[in-house]
Nanobody, 123 residues
Framework: VQLQASGGGLVQAGGSLRLSCVAF????????MGWFRQAPGKEREFVAA????????YYADSVKGRFGISRDNGKNTVYLQMNSLKAEDTAIYYC?????????????????WGQGTLVTVSS
């Protein structure tokens, strides 16, 4: 599976962005999809994830209520809608995929990674 993320950019605090990730390869709906982020000098951290059907979603506490993950299996695409952005949301955001029964929240629970897209929130 190849993943291609897009949608990052520069936004003012309080603004919104929507990230997209297109998957190329095997049956998209078979994969749990996730978003992680990594800020300069920090470890990669979990942001959000969704099951293959999209029926289950999970969020980091730091983004709960502000971010929303969704997927369109017909378009092989997963989205991350980010609202009420804060300066601390500044990071490279990575799209991930896992062919697992359980939706994970750790990087080692994901098998495929996209190239990342930079989100910069100015305060």
């Amino acid at each position: 599976v190849q993943l291609q993320a897009s949608g990052g950019g520069l936004v003012q605090a309080g603004g919104s962005l929507r990230l997209s990730c297109v998957a190329f390869g095997r049956t998209f709906s078979s994969y749990n999809m996730g978003w992680f982020r990594q800020a300069p000098g920090k470890e990669r951290e979990f942001v959000a994830a969704t099951s293959g059907s999209g029926g289950s979603t999970y969020y980091a506490d730091s983004v709960k209520g502000r971010f929303g993950i969704s997927r369109d299996n017909g378009k092989n695409t997963v989205y991350l809608q980010m609202n009420s952005l804060k300066a601390e949301d500044t990071a490279i955001y990575y799209c991930t995929a896992a062919f697992r029964l359980r939706v994970g929240k750790a990087p080692n629970e994901y098998d495929y990674w996209g190239q990342g897209t930079l989100v910069t929130v100015s305060s």
